[in-house]
């Protein structure tokens, strides 16, 4: 069972080293919640880059969303020109990333997934995400995630409601 996953985290820190950005590493107790993670890191909740894993039609993409937002499937099917999208399963997540939901940064390319970010996660100067593990977080300036993973910019995701 995997719990906690250095080698992602690792990867990850190498390739922003790398690209010479600066980025700031949080420990913490464990997370699994955006509110949770938002409270831990003592910051706003839309700062947080929420990374999901849908299939759209044959093929696995990541779509990243601020951490009040919720996948809005209506235009994420319109952006995509596509009629078939769902949220890829647990199994389906472990073995595209070798991680669980929650502790996925939103590095597609870390996985060789197309990386789709919503647009409105540029509100912020810095965003924060969980970096392989439920228990550490990487706090990033916005503009240097997009500069490194290179996202495609759209909108994909409604503000959440409390029923979320």
Same mark, same amino acid.
């Given at each position: 069972?995997?719990?906690?996953?250095?080698?992602?985290?690792?990867?990850?820190?190498?390739?922003?080293?790398?690209?010479?950005?600066?980025?700031?590493?949080?420990?913490?107790?464990?997370?699994?919640?955006?509110?949770? /993670?938002? =409270?831990?890191?003592?910051?706003? %909740?839309? @700062?947080?880059?929420?990374?999901? $894993?849908?299939?759209?039609?044959?093929? #696995?993409?990541?779509?990243?969303?601020?951490?009040?937002?919720?996948?809005?499937?209506?235009?994420?099917?319109?952006?995509?020109?596509?009629?078939?999208?769902?949220? /890829?399963? =647990?199994?389906?997540?472990?073995? %595209?990333? @070798?991680?669980?939901?929650?502790? $996925?940064?939103?590095?597609?390319?870390? #996985?060789?997934?197309?990386?789709?970010?919503?647009?409105?996660?540029?509100?912020?100067?810095?965003?924060?995400?969980?970096?392989?593990?439920?228990?550490?977080?990487?706090?990033? =300036?916005?503009?240097?995630?997009?500069?490194?993973?290179?996202?495609?910019?759209? $909108?994909?995701?409604?503000?959440?409601?409390?029923?979320?």
């Amino acid at each position: 069972m995997i719990t906690e996953n250095n080698e992602i985290f690792n990867r990850l820190s190498e390739r922003l080293k790398s690209t010479g950005v600066a980025f700031k590493i949080l420990d913490h107790p464990p997370v699994y919640t955006s509110a949770e /993670a938002a =409270a831990v890191r003592g910051v706003d %909740l839309h @700062s947080g880059a929420k990374a999901l $894993i849908v299939k759209v039609e044959a093929q #696995f993409v990541m779509i990243v969303l601020p951490a009040d937002f919720s996948l809005h499937t209506k235009a994420v099917k319109q952006a995509m020109s596509c009629k078939n999208l769902r949220f /890829a399963n =647990a199994e389906e997540v472990l073995a %595209l990333t @070798s991680l669980k939901p929650g502790s $996925i940064p939103p590095f597609g390319s870390l #996985f060789n997934l197309p990386t789709y970010c919503d647009s409105r996660l540029g509100d912020n100067v810095t965003i924060n995400f969980n970096a392989g593990m439920h228990s550490r977080s990487i706090n990033l =300036a916005y503009a240097d995630y997009l500069a490194v993973e290179k996202p495609v910019l759209g $909108i994909y995701g409604t503000k959440a409601t409390a029923s979320d």
